[in-house]
């Protein structure tokens, strides 16, 4: 099986953006202006289902792993 290279794996893609979506509440808890905590909380929520679906798709889908 030919492998491909990490940034063409939508199970890495899927990972890094439910990794980045732990990090939105800590952004909401340090102030950063402009975001209230509710906004921050919701948009982490649905960015870690988005990037866990991803990853479970891309898990699926593999047919070459990665390099």
């Known amino acids: ?3 491909k290279s990490w940034y063409l794996s ?3 893609w899927g990972a890094l953006v439910a990794v980045v979506a732990t990090a939105f509440p800590l952004l909401g808890r ?3 202006e402009g975001l209230s905590g509710d906004v921050v909380q919701v948009a ?3 960015a870690a289902v988005i990037g866990g679906g991803i990853a479970i798709y891309g898990r699926y889908k593999a047919a070459a792993s990665v390099k």
């Open 1 to 3: 099986m030919e492998g």
């Open 10 to 12: 939508k199970t890495i």
């Open 30 to 32: 340090m102030g950063v």
């Open 44 to 46: 982490g929520g649905i």
